[in-house]
């Protein structure tokens, strides 16, 4: 008998099963569209996750304060307050360093008219838009001399000119505002980046930090120091210029432990990607196992199934079948059982990718490798999970599958 | 006469626990082509075990068993299975036809293991199907036919590749008295044409369509004669 005629034999015994038939695929369905779905949505997360790390700046490293010790106790990170604006300045006249925008945080009620909004407040200087990677979209950003003379002026995010403005037909540049009771003029408004992660990029106001420092946050430290390398082969060399500047700021001894921590853009990357990455796994084995799963229910009804056709078994063989031919027969209905499933699977799990995307505002990434690799295991799942009630049809003797009742 | 079916002091044991069962203790027989033989016994009397070694369902324990000069008793599974399909035309009690499957598709059944193209097989069991009588009903399935038609389409499906043998078990053990006529006379029409015919049963009416009766008792041959008065169905009535 010709493998084309096992295939045709095989589609009619599914089709005679209707109802059971797609039962049993409904295992392997959901295993197949489980493990599309599952790595579309990890492999979107990690690369949404790449990009907004990307856009935080680019060759951006991170200077933060160090962890204080008391009796060998961390206070963990940002308990010392050591990092100055002239640190900042002394890392400004390197050359591996492109641009410095040291920067002080915390939280301001802003008011204008009878409005009023609660919003994150940075301090920072002119190189900020350069370092973090920020245009502005309408007005224009502070200027060095700004910064300096402690001008009190204020760019602002897209959430806050929602808010604040809404009533507003007109461009917001030029408006006075209250800024924890001191007036601030606005004089530009931030391209909006949408949020990452926790933090929304839309929702703050940028002043000039000696502004921030003087009258607002008050102190004479600054939170934190972004600085961006001028090159990316720049990178370790600007890590190791900003090392040694600040430790010849702060006169540390050449045996004292460093007194602030730098991060590098790439180091966050890396490890983020292998969060995501080791979700990714995580994920995709919970829908593996569904698969095998969904093969054994394969197994299942293809033992039932051979049990409930020992007549039919009997018959063939009485008038000719060998054994071969039942075995290929019971083997190519589980690989299309199996096989049929993990099409719908496949489809169905990049249509639950794409809805996912759509409406649940998740990045998901389809590529070609999850379909290829679950539309193979679900043939393989059809071939394991089959050879054994094939094998079982095969060997039954035609006179006792002939009396089976 | 050729010879179809040679045995010789064939034994045949089944192990039902500890207990051995003598199926059949030593029985030789030899049927020639274009005979009508009739195989009796009570239940228990070997009669069935027979009918399996014959068919090549089952393999004797010991002893020669030769069809169509094949050497049966030394046969693999595989070539049993060979065997089967292009010697031997099988018509069951309860007609064993596959359900959900036309009549015409069951009776290209042994065909389709026989390796015979698409094209080949349909016209040959259409033809079959023609020869029984059935031409009307080429595309039903067994649950749309009627005992009768069923076994009509079982005895199309034996002869479709034009066996050595027909074996038929108790062939109207489903079906009524004026049935069972029209089914014997289809065998005896088809033993005219010189087609060997072997039918077991236990009913004497019905063994009296043979030719010749084997009585079995007690796995042994008693007996076996040739049939004095002989029923025949006119081929008028068979037809009509």
């Keep these: 008998m010709s493998f084309l005629e096992c295939v045709r034999i095989s589609f009619r015994s599914i089709k005679a099963n209707g109802l059971r038939s797609i039962l049993t695929m409904l295992g392997i369905i959901i295993g197949v569209a489980a493990v599309i779905a599952m790595v579309a949505i990890g492999e979107g997360t990690s690369s949404s996750v790449a990009s907004q790390i990307n856009g935080l700046g680019s060759n951006l490293l991170i200077v933060a304060p160090g962890q204080a010790t008391q009796g060998r106790v961390s206070l963990g990170a940002g308990s010392l307050n050591t990092l100055t604006l002239a640190d900042a300045e002394a890392i400004a006249q390197k050359e591996s360093v492109a641009g410095v925008a040291p920067s002080v945080n915390g939280r301001a009620q802003i008011v204008w008219g009878s409005n009023n909004y609660s919003s994150s407040l940075e301090g920072t200087t002119a190189d900020f838009p350069e370092v973090r990677n920020v245009e502005v979209a309408q007005g224009r950003f502070f200027t060095n001399f700004e910064v300096k003379q402690q001008f009190n002026v204020a760019v602002v995010g897209t959430e806050v000119v929602n808010n604040l403005f809404a009533n507003l037909s007109t461009s917001p540049i030029g408006q006075t505002v209250q800024i924890n009771r001191i007036p601030f003029t606005i004089i530009g408004v931030l391209k909006s980046q949408g949020s990452s992660g926790m933090t929304n990029n839309d929702d703050r106001i940028l002043i000039p930090i000696t502004t921030a420092m003087s009258r607002l946050t008050g102190g004479k430290n600054v939170g934190t120091i972004y600085v961006s390398a001028s090159s990316s082969d720049q990178m370790d060399q600007a890590k190791l210029d900003i090392a040694s500047t600040i430790r010849a700021q702060h006169n540390l001894r050449p045996t004292a432990a460093d007194d602030f921590r730098i991060t590098s853009q790439s180091d966050i990357l890396s490890t983020a990607q292998q969060v995501s990455s080791s979700m990714t796994a995580l994920l995709s084995g919970i829908a593996a196992i569904s698969l095998i799963v969904g093969g054994i229910g394969v197994m299942n009804i293809m033992l039932v199934s051979v049990t409930e056709r020992t007549r039919e078994i009997g018959i063939r063989k009485a008038i000719g079948a060998k054994r071969s031919d039942i075995l290929r027969q019971f083997l190519i209905e589980a690989v299309t059982l199996s096989l049929i499933g993990g099409v719908v699977g496949i489809l169905f799990g990049v249509g639950a990718a794409l809805v996912i995307s759509k409406l649940g505002g998740m990045a998901t990434s389809i590529s070609l490798s999850p379909i290829l690799y679950a539309f193979l295991t679900s043939s393989l799942v059809g071939v394991i999970f089959g050879v054994y009630p094939a094998r079982k049809a095969a060997q039954l003797k035609p006179i006792d599958a002939l009396r089976y009742e | ?240």
Excluded: W
Excluded at chain 2, 53 to 81: M, N, Q, R
């Design chain 2, 1 to 240: 006469m050729k010879p179809v079916i040679q045995i010789e002091s064939l034994k045949k044991q089944y192990q039902i626990g500890d207990q051995e069962i003598q199926a059949l203790r030593g029985v030789s027989l030899t049927i020639e082509e274009g005979d009508f033989v009739a195989i009796m016994g009570p239940s228990g009397s070997g009669k069935s075990s027979m009918m399996n070694v014959i068919g090549c369902l089952d393999k004797p324990t010991s002893g020669e068993f030769y069809l169509d000069g094949f050497p049966v008793s030394e046969a693999h599974d595989d070539e049993l299975a060979e065997i089967r399909n292009q010697k031997i035309g099988f018509v069951f009690q309860n007609f064993n036809l596959l359900p959900r499957t036309t009549a015409v598709e069951n009776v290209e059944l042994p065909l389709l293991y026989g390796g015979v193209s698409a094209k080949e097989r349909r016209q040959r069991a259409v033809q079959a199907l023609i020869s029984v009588g059935l031409a009307e009903r080429l595309n039903n399935k067994p649950n749309e036919l009627s005992g009768g038609q069923q076994q009509r389409v079982s005895i199309a499906r034996a002869l479709v590749n034009d066996p050595v043998i027909l074996l038929a078990d108790e062939p109207t053990g489903a079906l009524d008295t004026k049935t069972s006529e029209e089914i014997m006379g289809i065998f005896q029409q088809l033993n005219d044409a010189g087609k060997t015919v072997i039918l077991v049963t236990h009913e004497p009416d019905i063994a009296e369509y043979a030719k010749r009766i084997v009585r079995f008792r007690d796995g042994q041959i008693i007996a076996n004669e040739l049939v004095a008065e002989r029923r025949r169905v006119l081929s008028e009535e068979v037809r009509r």
